[in-house]
C-alpha cells in the first residue's frame, strides 16, 4: 500500500482534475437567497454523488425538500462507524450586482492561477478537495482502521435548516464521527518572516436584538402635540456608539500572541493599545485580537414612520450582536439594560441566530491537522495559533453532539486570503489553495482514520 508521501505526491499530478472539479461544482448555481423555494443544491448533490460513484465511493443524498439534498458519503473502515467528518456545505449566496464582477460568475473561468466564481472559494473549493482527497485514497486502495464520512449540506447561508441542522436534529446518526474538519479557519497568516496558521476550535455567537423604540404620534404641523420616536432613537443610537464593551483576553488565542512578534502578555488593560499597535503592520491580525477581546453591538437596521406629516410612534432598531464562547443571555441582557438605563420607552427581544460554541483545541484532531498541513505545504516551520471565528459555519451543529471540530480548510501560505473574496465581488480560490487543502485532507484522514 502506498505511504502516505506518495499519496500527496499523487495530488500534484491531479491538479487538472481538481481544477475541473472545481469549476463544475461552480456552475451550478446553487444560490441561498434564504426564502423558499431557493438554494436548489441538489444539482450540486447528484453531481457529487455521480462523480463519486465513478471513484467507487458510496453516497446518498437526504433531504427535507427535495430540491434541498444534503450529500453524505462513507468510505468504511475494517471497525463499525467513521472516526473523521469531512464537512462543506454546498449552498452559494447571492450575486449581489453582476455588471461589477470582471468575470461571469458562474463560468467558473481561470486567470492567473485562480478559479473565479460565486462558491469558488465559499465553500466549493473545501468540497473539491475533500472529494478529491476521498478519491485519491480510493484509488491507491487505502485501507483505512476507522471509516471517513463526508457530509455537505445544504442552507449553510441562512441558517441551516434544511442542510446540517436539520440533519443534527433528524439523522445524527449520518454524522456520527470523533472529529471533523469544515471551513471557518485555516487561513495562513505571514508576519515577520514566520508562517502562522488560524485553527479554528470555535465560533462567537450572533444575535440580533430588536428594539422597539416609542413616542406617541402626532400631527407633524403640531409636533409639540406628540413624542416623536426618531428623537429617542438618537439617544438610543447615541449610548450604542459610545458603548465600551468589557475586555477579555481569556481566550487561548490571546497566549499564543508571541507567534507574532507581540512580547506583552495581552490583558484587558492592555490589549487596546497593543491592538493600535498591530493595526500599522498587520491590519487583518489587529482585527481580530480587536473581534476576540470583546462583544460587538452593532445597529444595522432601523425601521420607523409611517406617513411623511405624522410624527413616528415607534421606531424599530435592529442591533447585530456578537458574543465570545463564555457569554451567555444572560450576559447579553445586563450589558443592554446598561445601555439603555432609564430609558422607559425602550424595549428589546433578542433573536439568537447562532449561539457561541466551542471545541477543545487540545487533541489528536490538532495533532493530525499539524503534521497534515507541515507535509501539504512542505514547511516545517508553522506556528499554530487556536482561533475563534467572527463567523458562524455548520461546525455549530456538529459540536453540541460532541464532536470535536475545528475550522480548517489548508489554504496554501502563497495564496493572499485577501483575495477569496468570500460573499463578495469576484470571488475565487487559488489553484494552489485547492492543491495543499487536498493533500491536507489526505493526510488528516490518514492518520486520524489509522490507514494502513
Ligand atoms: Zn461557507
Redesign the pocket.
Known amino acids: 500500500m502506498p505511504d502516505l508521501q506518495s499519496l500527496l505526491n499523487e495530488v500534484d499530478s491531479c491538479v487538472d482534475e481538481i481544477v475541473h472539479l472545481e469549476q463544475e461544482l461552480v456552475r451550478i448555481p446553487s444560490v441561498n437567497t434564504g426564502f423558499m423555494p431557493t438554494g436548489n443544491e441538489t444539482p450540486v448533490a447528484e453531481y457529487c454523488r455521480d462523480w463519486l460513484a465513478r471513484e467507487g465511493i458510496e453516497s446518498k443524498i437526504l433531504a427535507r425538500d427535495p430540491e434541498r439534498g444534503n450529500i453524505i458519503a462513507v468510505m468504511p473502515g475494517d471497525e463499525p462507524g467513521t472516526r473523521l467528518m469531512f464537512m462543506s456545505?454546498t449552498d452559494v449566496v447571492p450575486v449581489e450586482d453582476e455588471s461589477k464582477w470582471n468575470w461571469a460568475p458562474f463560468a467558473a473561468e481561470i486567470s492567473a492561477g485562480r478559479v473565479y466564481g460565486r462558491g469558488a472559494s465559499?465553500?466549493k473549493a473545501l468540497l473539491s478537495s475533500q472529494m478529491m482527497a476521498m478519491a485519491i485514497m480510493k484509488r491507491n486502495g487505502i485501507r483505512l482502521k476507522h471509516g471517513l464520512r463526508m457530509v455537505s449540506g445544504a442552507d449553510?447561508?441562512h441558517g441551516g435548516r434544511w442542510g446540517f441542522g436539520w440533519l443534527a436534529e433528524h439523522h445524527p446518526e449520518e454524522l456520527e464521527s470523533k472529529f471533523a474538519v469544515n471551513?471557518g479557519g485555516g487561513m495562513p497568516i505571514e508576519d515577520g518572516g514566520n508562517l502562522a496558521y488560524m485553527l479554528n476550535t470555535g465560533e462567537k455567537g450572533r444575535l440580533e436584538v430588536h428594539l422597539t423604540i416609542r413616542g406617541a404620534s402626532a400631527h407633524a404641523s403640531v409636533p409639540w402635540t406628540g413624542e416623536n420616536a426618531t428623537y429617542h432613537t438618537s439617544e438610543v443610537l447615541k449610548r450604542i456608539e459610545a458603548y465600551e464593551p468589557e475586555r477579555d483576553t481569556s481566550l487561548e488565542f490571546f497566549d499564543h500572541l508571541s507567534t507574532f512578534a507581540i512580547e506583552d502578555r495581552p490583558t484587558p488593560q492592555n490589549i487596546d493599545a497593543l491592538v493600535a499597535d498591530v493595526q500599522k503592520r498587520n491590519p487583518r491580525l489587529a482585527s481580530m485580537m480587536r473581534a476576540l477581546s470583546r462583544m460587538t453591538l452593532t445597529p444595522t437596521i432601523i425601521k420607523g414612520g409611517i406617513k411623511s406629516n405624522s410624527v413616528p410612534e415607534t421606531i424599530e432598531l435592529t442591533c447585530d450582536v456578537r458574543t465570545l464562547p463564555f457569554q451567555d443571555e444572560a450576559y447579553v441582557r445586563a450589558e443592554l439594560d446598561k445601555v439603555l438605563d432609564g430609558m422607559p420607552n425602550v424595549e428589546y427581544d433578542i433573536d439568537y441566530m447562532a449561539v457561541p460554541n466551542s471545541s477543545d483545541y487540545e487533541s489528536e484532531l490538532t495533532e493530525a491537522i499539524k503534521t497534515a498541513q507541515a507535509m501539504a505545504v512542505s514547511r516545517d516551520d508553522i506556528s499554530w495559533v487556536p482561533g475563534i471565528s467572527n463567523g458562524f459555519?455548520d461546525s455549530r451543529f456538529t459540536r453540541p453532539l460532541g464532536i470535536i471540530t475545528y475550522g480548517f480548510k489548508g489554504d496554501h501560505p502563497d495564496d493572499d486570503p485577501m483575495l477569496s473574496r468570500?460573499h463578495g465581488t469576484d470571488e475565487s480560490v487559488g489553484i494552489s489553495s485547492l492543491v495543499s487543502s487536498t493533500k491536507s485532507m489526505i493526510a488528516i484522514a490518514y492518520q486520524i482514520c489509522d490507514a494502513g
Request: charged share 50%.
Open positions: 456545505h465559499d465553500c449553510e447561508e471551513e459555519t468570500a
